[in-house]
């Protein structure tokens, strides 16, 4: 193998798939990146068995080949290149790369591509087309949702639907729930659903660039396994088997109270709650008054103490229908969900202190954020 590339394309490259390095593997060659000549351009593959990314740049080829190249080291020696050009050669014999640009010259001690595990190739006329600004916003609005707890795998993952013309996107940890509905351009063959790590979403958000190419999301029939296929990136990941709850009837029906408030208000609020209640248990108190006329409006007072650091409220002022509420959430999970909602207002429904709080964009239908409350205690 030998070819010429940009240094800023192969740091870019590599800055893309290094994320599915394996860190922790008894196979050697998963700590490695996969540099292979492919079709006129350099490809870049990396796996942990669970993630796999693809990137192909843009490369002079002079001569065909593949080899596994330490992912840290090679990564961090392309980031000090300061030359435009880097040449690549490799010694078949040795499984040596040479890598020269400006002044250096270096050697890197390479695996046998034979190795490394096979990647595999998408059938995109199955796949299903996808906005990539629509998709990156819904990911983000749920993927946060998804329990980070390896005790309940399923609850690790997002549950992707599509039925008739509509994609829906559902995370939840035990103690909040994300719902996320958008429609799609065109109706997919059949009903399909799957489960997919949120960490996976997590990195494709991450990877997608914004532009007018749109993702091909494939799930190949009998494999377990989801793909992505962007322009120049492909990303294939395992799912996880099982069956999701069915979250849609966890979703409060009714309520007692609805506070329409600034949503950067009420994340401030949160935040600064969040400085003194992350030193006990996370607990915000949510004092919901109705104003006493039309021309005095509602209040919200949300509240954070600690024992060790004192005590904050700040009072917002909001439109309450309903009745006065006292109820307590987890700060935290107040404030990553108002830190993706887009809209200028938000609408919190509320029960009882001991019912499921609601949290919805008001004049977005889409999407549904639901939380359990805390105790409240004296």
């Not at 669970?50 to 090679?74: D, L």
């Not at 995370?171 to 994300?178: E, P, Q």
């Amino acid at each position: 193998m030998k070819v010429t590339v940009l240094q800023e394309n192969l740091a870019h490259g590599l800055s893309i798939v290094s994320r599915a390095v394996s860190a922790r593997s008894t196979l050697p060659v998963l700590s490695n990146v996969l540099v292979a000549t492919d079709d006129g351009r350099l490809r870049l593959s990396a796996t942990n068995l669970e993630m796999g990314i693809t990137c192909w740049i843009g490369a002079k080829i002079s001569e065909e080949g593949s080899t596994t190249v330490p992912a840290r080291t090679f990564t961090e020696l392309v980031s000090t290149l300061s030359d435009k050009q880097v040449e690549m050669a490799l010694t078949v014999r040795t499984q040596t790369l040479n890598i020269r640009s400006g002044a250096t010259n270096t050697d890197l001690k390479c695996i046998d591509a034979q190795e490394f595990p096979p990647i595999p190739v998408p059938d995109l006329s199955n796949g299903i087309e996808l906005n990539v600004a629509d998709l990156k916003e819904m990911i983000q609005q749920v993927a946060f949702a998804a329990s980070t707890d390896e005790a309940r795998p399923i609850l690790t993952g997002v549950q992707v639907v599509f039925k008739d013309n509509h994609i829906t996107l559902s995370a939840a940890d035990g103690f909040r729930l994300s719902i996320r509905k958008a429609e799609l351009s065109s109706t997919p063959p059949r009903q399909l659903q799957a489960i997919i790590p949120a960490r996976t979403l997590a990195e494709l958000a991450r990877i997608a660039a914004d532009g007018d190419q749109p993702i091909i999301m494939v799930l190949p029939p009998g494999r377990g396994q989801v793909i992505f296929h962007l322009k120049d990136v492909e990303l294939v990941s395992q799912l996880i088997e099982g069956t999701y709850p069915d979250v849609e009837q966890l979703v409060p029906r009714n309520y007692n109270t609805r506070s329409v408030l600034s949503t950067s208000a009420f994340l401030k609020a949160c935040k600064q709650a969040e400085i003194f209640a992350r030193e006990g248990s996370h607990i915000a108190r949510i004092n919901i008054i109705p104003g006493s006329s039309e021309m005095q409006p509602g209040q919200v007072e949300i509240t954070g103490q600690s024992e060790e650091t004192g005590y904050s409220q700040t009072t917002v002022d909001a439109t309450i229908e309903g009745k006065e509420q006292l109820i307590a959430f987890n700060v935290r999970f107040l404030r990553e969900v108002l830190d993706v909602i887009k809209t200028p207002n938000v609408a919190l429904e509320t029960s009882s202190d001991t019912s499921p709080g609601v949290i919805r964009p008001v004049g977005e239908e889409y999407f549904v954020h639901v939380i359990m409350p805390m105790h409240l205690g004296d």
